[in-house]
Each structure stands twice: as structure tokens, then as C-alpha cells.
Nanobody, 116 residues
Framework: QVQFVESGGALVQPGGSLRLACAAS????????MSWYRQAPGEQRELVAS?????????ADSVKGRFVISRDNAGDTVHVNLQMNNLRPEDTATYYC????????WGQGTQVTVSS
């Protein structure tokens, strides 16, 4: 089993910044790739960023240069952060932490709203 607890979402003005945090716990989870996904109303869930155990990162084109994913491994717990800068209204969505090694497991997500 794996559990995700996401936090850090808020209402922010365009151009602002937020830092999302995820505490993920599960057997040997720290060895796996970790990701952040997001889902806007009426849209499909999409990959935002991912990070391998060794630190290699990957970003959606829409967030490159603005978002930074990081992780801190601690055995059966991994903390995955998403620093979001220069936020745009189109970044508005519920953001989810995800581990592909546990494909059916999702947390409750954290809501990010970018609006003036």
C-alpha cells in the first residue's frame, strides 16, 4: 500500500509562486520515480513533472522554466516538492502526487487557483 498527502495549494495571483509538498509512504517507495499530475475542471489529468530516484527530472513543456520538482528520500517515505513560479491562470487545477509503481493509488490532491 501507498499513501500520499499533498499540501500547499492556495489562491494566488498571476505571476505569483507556490510550493506544493507531498509526503508519500509505502514499501520501498523511495527507490521509485515520483511525479506530480494536475487536473483542471473538465480536463484529463496530465503529467506536470517527474523525478527519478537519482534526481533526473522531466517536465511538461507548459511548465518548463517555471516549475522545479525535488525529492527527499527517507526509507519508506519520500517527500516530493513542486516549486511553482510565475504562475498563470492556466495552471489552475488540482495537483496530485503520484508514483507509477503504484498505478491505482492517488491522494486527495491540493487545489491551486491562479486568479486576479
Amino acid at each position: 500500500q501507498v499513501q500520499f498527502v499533498e499540501s500547499g495549494g492556495a489562491l494566488v495571483q498571476p505571476g505569483g509562486s507556490l510550493r506544493l509538498a507531498c509526503a508519500a509512504s509505502g514499501s520501498s517507495i523511495s527507490i521509485y520515480i515520483m511525479s506530480w499530475y494536475r487536473q483542471a475542471p473538465g480536463e484529463q489529468r496530465e503529467l506536470v513533472a517527474s523525478i527519478r530516484n537519482g534526481g533526473i527530472t522531466n517536465y511538461a513543456d507548459s511548465v518548463k522554466g517555471r516549475f522545479v520538482i525535488s525529492r527527499d528520500n527517507a526509507g519508506d517515505t519520500v517527500h516530493v516538492n513542486l516549486q511553482m513560479n510565475n504562475l498563470r491562470p492556466e495552471d489552475t487545477a488540482t495537483y496530485y502526487c503520484y508514483c507509477p509503481a503504484f498505478p491505482t493509488a492517488w491522494g486527495q490532491g491540493t487545489q491551486v487557483t491562479v486568479s486576479s
